[in-house]
């Protein structure tokens, strides 16, 4: 390591071991996020027997979605900030652990309210995952190579997501045979294991402890340093920024699932499935483009677009077509391409906007603060659904809006940050 822990003391062998455990945790992280649109329907199906009925799974559906956001928002600020003062590794380890070992559990519920209470430890593992990983990976690779690298790590999450459609594809998520997918979600804890045994430890966050331990500078209280001036702005801009496509996605785009499910169902067990892989590729496509848009265009004018584009692709998806309709797969899979071109934009930006002694805390409440909202959007989304008659299509398109906002926040946010990390 240099005398600056700059991250060219690191081999390329290294710097690609870090960069596969990150990729690995989000793909992981992905599986997870994915579970109950595909699975929500066929678990409160086999819990309440007889007595189902559509709005009850829709209501359900939405709950649980609701205690997996607010989990991750809790476990993105925590975990986050463990992640500045104990390092990036350990916290990603621990994290992986989390969502491991909770979706796991889900295996052995009996009641809805069981799968509630681990839905919110889960989330507290995926919330942890992003703001350690991304740090970890932005601050062990060099600038030139960070547009490419953030677009690698944002296509994480989708893999995860395309890796779990085409599991149920084969082996179809029933009301009768649901627990294996849940007993599978347990199999990423030996990720975590060999995260905290063999994965190295950021060079940046090492020369700032040692600075730290021998008195050149204050120790980081992060939580405190990014509610106060001169960083408070950049956190809320950063709150503003990632709650746009987190609330979008959960509380409007995520209907198109249980609608699939609905129409479809009956006929194909499989079709969510289907749907799901569909989205999942334009997703990956869309995560990785989402930093190179970013780079070319700059950060501020592709957000705008991006926000413009996910209102009008979400808005065609619920009201142009349905399921079972010749243009309803490409749709799906043109909407995940357009809504997660943010998942590649957020992980190169925020960074950028925080200083290395809070990076982790302030990419960590940027991204997963939005999930507060989420969780409050997808309440009201189930709300909405079962005012608007149980219909999926009708809630979609009412929440589609969500994502205009973000061409409103963007214009608060600072372009400075373009350039080398802090």
Not at 11 to 24: D, E, G, I, L
Not at 172 to 200: D, H, I, T
Not at 387 to 402: C, E, P, Q
Request: hydrophobic letters at 50%; proline letters at 5%; charged letters at 10%.
């Amino acid at each position: 390591m240099t005398s600056d822990g700059s991250p060219a003391a690191l081999s390329r062998r290294t710097r690609w071991v870090v960069a596969s455990a990150a990729f690995a945790g989000l793909v992981f992280d992905g599986f997870e996020l994915g579970l109950m649109p595909i699975a929500s329907l066929s678990v409160s199906k086999s819990l309440f027997g007889d007595s189902y009925t559509a709005a009850l799974g829709g209501v359900w559906f939405a709950r649980f979605t609701a205690s997996l956001m607010l989990g991750a928002a809790c476990g993105g600020i925590l975990l986050g900030n463990l992640g500045d003062r104990l390092g990036r590794t350990r916290a990603m380890g621990v994290s992986i652990l989390f969502y491991s070992i909770f979706a796991g559990l889900g295996a052995f519920v009996q009641t809805h309210e069981q799968m509630l209470v681990l839905r919110f430890f889960v989330g507290l593992g995926i919330g942890g995952v992003w703001p350690n990983g991304i740090a970890l990976v932005s601050e062990c690779w060099p600038n030139a190579s960070r547009p490419f690298i953030s677009g690698l790590m944002g296509t994480g999450i989708g893999f995860g997501v395309l890796l779990l459609s085409q599991v149920a594809r084969v082996w179809p998520v029933v009301a009768e045979s649901w627990r294996w997918l849940f007993q599978w979600s347990g199999a990423p804890a030996l990720l975590g294991v060999a995260v905290l045994l063999a994965v190295p430890e950021s060079p940046r966050w090492l020369a700032h402890r040692s600075a730290s331990r021998a008195g050149a500078e204050k120790p980081a209280t992060p939580l405190a340093e990014l509610f106060r001036a001169p960083l408070l702005r950049l956190t809320l801009v950063g709150i503003a920024l990632g709650s746009v496509p987190l609330v979008g996605a959960w509380a409007a785009g995520k209907w198109m699932m249980p609608w699939a499910d609905k129409v479809g169902g009956a006929a194909d067990p499989g079709y969510k499935a289907v749907v799901q892989g569909w989205w999942a590729v334009g997703s990956v496509v869309g995560s990785f483009f989402g930093a190179q848009i970013a780079h070319w265009l700059g950060r501020r004018r592709a957000y705008f677009l991006i926000s413009l584009g996910a209102t009008l692709s979400t808005l065609g998806m619920f009201t142009l077509t349905a399921p079972l309709q010749p243009g309803f797969l490409p749709t799906v899979c043109a909407q995940g391409f357009v809504a997660t071109l943010f998942f590649g934009w957020l992980p190169l930006y925020l960074p950028e906007l925080f200083p290395t002694h809070v990076r982790a805390t302030g990419s960590g409440i940027a991204y997963n603060s939005g999930r507060f909202a989420t969780a409050v959007g997808v309440f009201f989304a189930g709300t909405l659904f079962t005012a608007l008659g149980a219909d999926y299509a009708r809630v979609g398109a009412a929440t589609s809006v969500i994502y205009a906002v973000g061409m409103i926040a963007i214009f608060w946010a600072p372009s400075r940050t373009e350039g080398e990390l802090k």
